[in-house]
Every structure is written in C-alpha cells, then in structure tokens.
C-alpha cells in the first residue's frame, strides 16, 4: 500500500528553473534513502541526488552546484529544485524510497511513475 507520486515536472528554456516534489504514502514504518532518478531516450537510468534521512546528499557531478535535493521527514516527502536548466537536463525524472513496512524488515524498493522534463535550447 506504498505509493510514490511525483509531480512539478513540465517544459522550461534553457537556463529556466522547475522545482520537483515527490511524497510518499501508505502503510510505512520507516524511510531510508530517498532520491531522484532520470532516464532520457535512448539512455540509461542514471542517479541525479539522494538524501539520506540523517540528512547527508549525494548529487550527480554534471548537476551539482546546479540541483538541489531536500526532504521532509515527517511529511514523507523530497523535492529537487532544479536551476539553470540545460538540454540535456530533459529526461522523465523518476522519485525513489527505501521503504520498511514494518520494524526489523529490510527496506524495499518503491518508485513513482515520473514525471516529464523538457528543456527546449
């Protein structure tokens, strides 16, 4: 009974800004991780930023300086505030959590079903 919803995606200019939002729901004991993804066409799935509960962050080089990841542990939810968009940004950005269920069962796997980001040159 865990979903993942993301939204705040859309079309932008180079050099706009479009902030992401993500929030996790349902029967949850625990989050771990959360992060977001992308996958363009006709490229593989490639890590843009987690955040660790405690609060550490992790970005991809080519987005660092330029994303940043954010959550709300109480809400259940992370965002990606993404500035200076490029072309090569556009991809359809997908939100992931590391979800327990119930105590002492390790984390499982959850993720949204993305949403589109278009960067026009």
């Known amino acids: 009974q865990v979903q993942v919803v993301e939204s705040g995606g859309g079309w932008v200019q180079a050099g706009g800004s479009l902030r992401l939002s993500c929030v996790v729901s349902?029967?949850?004991?625990?989050?771990?991780?959360m992060g977001w993804y992308r996958q363009a066409p006709g490229k593989q799935r490639e890590l843009v930023a987690t955040?660790?509960?405690?609060?550490?962050?992790n970005y991809a080089e080519s987005v660092k300086g330029r994303f940043t990841i954010s959550r709300d542990n109480a809400k259940n939810t992370v965002s990606l505030q993404m500035n200076s968009l490029k072309p090569e940004d556009a991809a359809v950005y997908y939100c992931?959590?590391?979800?327990?269920?119930?105590?002492?069962?390790?984390?499982?796997?959850?993720w949204g079903q993305g949403t589109q980001v278009t960067v026009s040159s």
């Open positions: 955040a660790a509960r405690g609060g550490s962050t």
């Open positions: 349902g029967s949850i004991y625990s989050i771990n991780a």
């Open positions: 992931r959590a590391d979800v327990a269920l119930r105590a002492l069962v390790p984390l499982r796997d959850y």
